[in-house]
């Protein structure tokens, strides 16, 4: 079977927090309790688009890496010389790509795609419960 995103999540409480998804979940601002949904080995939700985010953000992880599995392409800086950007004016800024956005995008989108197909399939499991 293929690593999920829950799996890499599970990889990151294991590596960063040894193990402790309360000091995890704390981490980035959620209830220790909401982790188990998470992380548990029988029901495992999709994380929602506002928790991949302070992931990303709050733990400085690659985006790409939490969401597919596959590293970021490194992107090599060139300069001639002792030349450094900062030399001018003292600010060192990145700029993302359009094409870097709208890969981000994508796989955000195709996130929440999939997290609706898990809701969808869930309201008709308690339909069916229902009907028993």
């Known amino acids: 079977m293929a690593e999920t995103i829950n799996d890499r999540i599970e990889m990151l409480v294991n590596e960063r927090f040894d193990g402790?998804?309360?000091a995890f979940a704390k981490s980035i601002g959620l209830?220790?309790?909401g982790m188990s949904s998470y992380l548990s080995k029988q029901r495992r939700s999709k994380p929602s688009v506002?928790?991949?985010t302070k992931i990303v953000v709050t733990l400085d992880v690659d985006a790409r890496w939490l969401l597919t599995g596959e590293e970021s392409p490194k992107k090599e800086v060139?300069?001639?010389g002792?030349?450094?950007p900062a030399s001018d004016s003292g600010d060192v800024s990145v700029v993302v790509g359009d094409a870097v956005l709208a890969e981000r995008v994508k796989l955000l989108q195709q996130l929440i795609e999939e997290k609706d197909e898990r809701i969808a399939e869930l309201k008709e499991r308690i339909e069916e419960?229902?009907?028993k």
């Open 31 to 33: 209830p220790p309790t």
């Open 78 to 80: 060139h300069t001639e």
């Open 82 to 84: 002792d030349y450094s």
């Open 20 to 22: 402790n998804k309360a």
């Open 129 to 131: 419960l229902k009907g």
């Open 50 to 52: 506002d928790m991949v």
